[in-house]
């Protein structure tokens, strides 16, 4: 797996290709997947992503999905009824994702063609959601592109978020490629 400087490299020059405006909206997402003990490091180094993609006149906008977790639930009605009922949680989960998916496409609406939205963070989702239905569920809303910072693999077109054994197939573009 490459190092952060080698995923520095690899965004660097998928971010100077010419952007076509035919482009299939699944495309438009582009999968950054590093090993999982990359994160802090590939999280403490987001400026510079965000500065090659200026670099190629690309607006660029963070949104960190580890934040939404503590909030949503903390802000949530039933919140002391889980702590004394943990078990209930999968019940919520749903209206969790309904959430992220809402957040995220309002992002996506905010920005122009030449814009990427970069989501952190994938790997808080684990457990609760699958990044897969939240890149499929938004994939429509993408103008410009949607980065996805991706603890895990990807192998024969199958992506793993933190190696989990059940990947997806998906057709967004994979960095490295």
């Known amino acids: 797996m490459p190092t952060v400087d080698e995923l520095l490299s690899h965004f660097q020059r998928q ?3 010419p952007w076509a405006k035919e482009t299939a909206r699944d495309y438009r997402v582009w999968i950054l997947h590093y090993e999982k003990a990359l994160e802090r490091r590939v999280q403490g180094r987001l400026h510079e992503f965000e500065a090659i993609a200026r670099k190629f006149g690309h607006g660029w906008e963070n949104l960190n999905l580890a934040s939404f977790i503590p909030t949503w639930f903390a802000a949530h009605d039933l919140f002391e009824g889980l702590l004394e009922q943990p078990d209930e949680l999968p019940g919520l989960l749903p209206d969790f994702e309904a959430h992220v998916v809402k957040v995220v496409q309002d992002r996506l609406r905010s920005l122009s063609d030449r814009d990427i939205l970069a989501i952190s963070g994938a790997g808080s989702l684990f ?5 897969s239905t939240i890149a499929e569920k938004v994939a429509s ?6 980065l996805l910072f991706f603890p895990g693999r990807h192998e024969s077109g199958v992506y ?18």
């Open 141 to 146: 809303e993408i103008p410009g592109r949607l």
């Open 160 to 177: 793993r978020l933190l190696d989990a054994r059940d990947g997806w197939s998906y057709r967004a573009t994979p960095i490295p490629a």
């Open 127 to 131: 457990g609760l959601t699958r990044v």
């Open 15 to 17: 971010a100077s290709l």
